[in-house]
T-cell receptor, first 113, second 114 residues
Framework: DAGVIQSPRHEVTEMGQEVTLRCKPI?????LFWYRQTMMRGLELLIY????????DSGMPEDRFSAKMPNASFSTLKIQPSEPRDSAVYFC???????????FGSGTRLTVV | TQLLEQSPQFLSIQEGENLTVYCNSSSVFSSLQWYRQEPGEGPVLLVT?????EVKKLKRLTFQFGDARKDSSLHITAAQPGDTGLYLCAGGKAGGTSYGKLTFGQGTILTVHP
């Protein structure tokens, strides 16, 4: 099992540019979560999907953020346009059922300059 | 919004010492999980507790879920440098709009010196 795979591991971009983060969940896991981690705010849930359907996107900070899950094996988180305050580590996690813990990816460290 | 408060935020101890990390909330959770995160990696699940009063042991780590399912603790016996990391508690609710998602505490950064 390769685990949850995120790409890229690091992203440095200029303010105003579009950023796309990618995630491949574990096969057979039916829930997928996008989190953002900063020193100030810790781990914040941005959005999560059950069976590819967005269930709760109340954590998405602004309309600049959008997420999609076109199929069970792929999800994207897009920021357009990016701003310096979006700099953080973004984690994707998947879970088999509600009674199981999350498996996190290694994260994407985003720096917007 | 549920709030999970962890204490202490930082803990720096010598190898061989014991320690306890606390996770408290005013909300009732159907389950509580503990994760450990190392630099540059995502959190890794250590344990899930679901029953009030439940105690689980994982080698030198002991996890307890409060009777009212509002709080939890993590106790490490004879800490080792390999225990160094960020420890996170996370609570889940059984129903309603919160179903299926975890709320994470701010974390406790543990440093164990050789």
């Amino acid at each position: 099992d390769a685990g949850v795979i995120q790409s890229p591991r690091h992203e440095v971009t200029e303010m105003g540019q579009e950023v796309t983060l990618r995630c491949k969940p574990i096969s057979g896991h039916n829930s997928l979560f996008w989190y953002r981690q900063t020193m100030m705010r810790g781990l914040e849930l941005l959005i999560y999907f059950n069976n590819n359907v967005p269930i709760d996107d109340s954590g998405m900070p602004e309309d600049r953020f959008s997420a999609k899950m076109p199929n069970a094996s792929f999800s994207t988180l897009k920021i357009q346009p990016s701003e310096p305050r979006d700099s953080a580590v973004y984690f994707c996690a998947s879970r088999q059922t509600a009674n199981y813990g999350y498996t996190f990816g290694s994260g994407t460290r985003l720096t917007v300059v | 919004t549920q709030l999970l408060e962890q204490s202490p935020q930082f803990l720096s101890i010598q190898e061989g010492e014991n320690l306890t990390v606390y996770c408290n909330s005013s909300s009732v959770f159907s389950s509580l999980q503990w994760y450990r995160q190392e630099p540059g990696e995502g959190p890794v699940l250590l344990v899930t507790v679901v029953t009030g009063g439940e105690v689980k042991k994982l080698k030198r780590l002991t996890f307890q879920f409060g009777d009212a399912r509002k709080d939890s603790s993590l106790h490490i016996t004879a800490a080792q440098p390999g225990d160094t990391g960020l420890y996170l508690c996370a609570g889940g609710k059984a129903g309603g709009t919160s179903y299926g998602k975890l709320t994470f505490g701010q974390g406790t950064i543990l440093t164990v010196h050789p």
